[in-house]
């Protein structure tokens, strides 16, 4: 069996990975150049996406990102000022319940791309944009790209996010629409704000502020071992630019508008947003690392009617967006196609029933809004 996977983002690494364990031939096409774009600087990774990862990636790249998440993340406190220091008036638990995170552990982003990428150096094609694809009569898919390149393979994967040209080729019908919400996220060296006793009050759990009508969300990653030291010791063939620098941050998120961002820098927006909140909140976003300060697009795709299983499927972004863990359906998607695709191989389903199976649990599981629930 081959199979083609458009984007190597998160889910599209994680089932490469899993592919390739299992044996099966395997080609990621991606549009962006090897280091890709800016995607924020941390990720919370739940039971859904840690479970991925330890079904899909080797041993040592399992422990690579293990070593270095940051502590557990299973309650969220909520922060005021008293006497203009920063204080906790509640707690709220991550439950997962009614868009309430679920507990996990803070994971850097770019360190976790860097580690997917490891080992597939062979496997990714860089600055390859899929324009098109067709599905042949002996059951193969063909696709092109911007370049000039053409490929076949038995499936074809969309794992290329939210604008993907996979999805608009096979499911014209499905379309995402864009909910005017926006969140600005950053991150801000732990060092540049240890002195506001924000991170000794926060932990390694997440602090919420609502202040005179401005909402900000904070985390603390404290790497569980010197990055320099885990690859050393689990990954000495991650790149060491991977890990070169690395320290511990405050990761922030301010919810806004479209209206309320407008367009332009990013960081400024975020100076101006927290104005009226207290210097200890204030710092934080004055202290940022600006250039990694992004602002999210808050989108969904309504739930759709099941469509028959066929040689070209996708996963992640592409087919659900879930703000907050889209990343971790994206994982939990290629772990389940994997299976599926690993049990076709071994010639213990049909491949089309395989992959009808995969995404009847996907529509099942990862629309909350049709009252089911993901699960791992
Ligand atoms: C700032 C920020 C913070 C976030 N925080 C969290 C979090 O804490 N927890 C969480 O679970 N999720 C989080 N998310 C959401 C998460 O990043 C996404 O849900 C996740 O990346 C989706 O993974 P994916 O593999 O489906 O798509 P992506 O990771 O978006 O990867 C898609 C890839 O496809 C490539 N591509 C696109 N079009 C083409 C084409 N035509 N041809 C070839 N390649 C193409 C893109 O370049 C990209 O590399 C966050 C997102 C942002 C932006």
């Known amino acids: 069996m081959r199979v083609m996977v458009v984007g190597a983002g998160l889910g599209g690494l994680t089932l490469a990975h899993g592919l390739r364990r299992a044996g099966i031939d395997v ?21 859904r996406g840690a479970s991925a990862l330890r079904a899909c990636l080797p041993p040592g790249h ?3 990102v293990e070593a270095t998440t940051g ?16 204080v906790a008036t509640g707690v709220r638990t991550s439950d997962g319940i009614d868009g309430r995170p679920r507990p996990g552990r803070q994971v850097d982003r770019p360190l976790l791309r860097a580690v997917l990428l490891t080992g597939l150096e062979d496997v990714v094609r860089f600055g390859a944009e899929l324009t098109r694809f067709e599905r042949c009569a002996d059951g193969t898919v063909r696709a092109w790209f911007a370049d000039g390149r053409a490929d076949i393979a038995d499936v074809l994967v969309g794992a290329d996010g939210v604008g993907s040209a996979v999805r608009r080729g096979y499911l014209p019908d499905v379309r995402p629409v864009d909910t005017g919400r926006r969140m600005i996220m950053g991150a801000t060296p732990l060092r540049a704000v240890a002195g506001t006793g924000l991170p000794d009050l926060i932990g390694d759990i997440a602090g919420s502020a609502h202040i005179r009508g401005t ?10 071992q010197p990055p320099v030291q ?14 070169a620098g690395i320290e511990d941050y405050v990761m922030w998120a301010l919810p806004t508008t479209r209206e309320r961002l407008g367009s332009g820098a990013v960081w400024p927006r975020a100076e101006e ?7 200890f909140l204030r710092s934080v976003v004055a202290e940022a690392w600006r250039d990694a300060t ?11 009617p099941a469509w028959p299983a066929g040689s070209v499927t996708v ?16 994982m939990l998607d290629a772990r389940r196609l994997c299976a599926a695709l690993v049990e076709a191989n071994r010639g213990r389903l049909g491949l089309l029933d395989a992959i009808g199976d995969y995404e009847d649990t996907m529509r099942r599981t990862s629309f909350p809004s049709v009252g089911a629930k993901a699960g791992a």
């Open 315 to 330: 996963i992640g972004d592409a087919i659900h967006l879930a703000p907050g863990f889209g990343g971790n359906l994206a």
């Open 27 to 47: 080609v990621v096409y991606e549009r962006d150049g090897a280091s890709g774009r800016p995607q924020g600087v941390s990720l919370h990774v739940d039971d």
């Open 71 to 86: 502590g557990p993340r299973e309650r969220t406190l909520t922060l005021a000022e008293v006497d203009g220091e920063p």
């Open 273 to 279: 947003l927290t104005a009226d909140l207290p210097p």
């Open 215 to 224: 909402t900000m969300v904070l985390g603390v990653l404290r790497f569980s």
């Open 294 to 304: 992004v602002a999210l697009r808050i989108g969904t795709i309504p739930p759709m």
């Open 230 to 243: 885990a690859r050393r010791k689990w990954l000495p063939t991650l790149h060491p630019s991977a890990v």
């Open 62 to 64: 399992v422990a690579m």
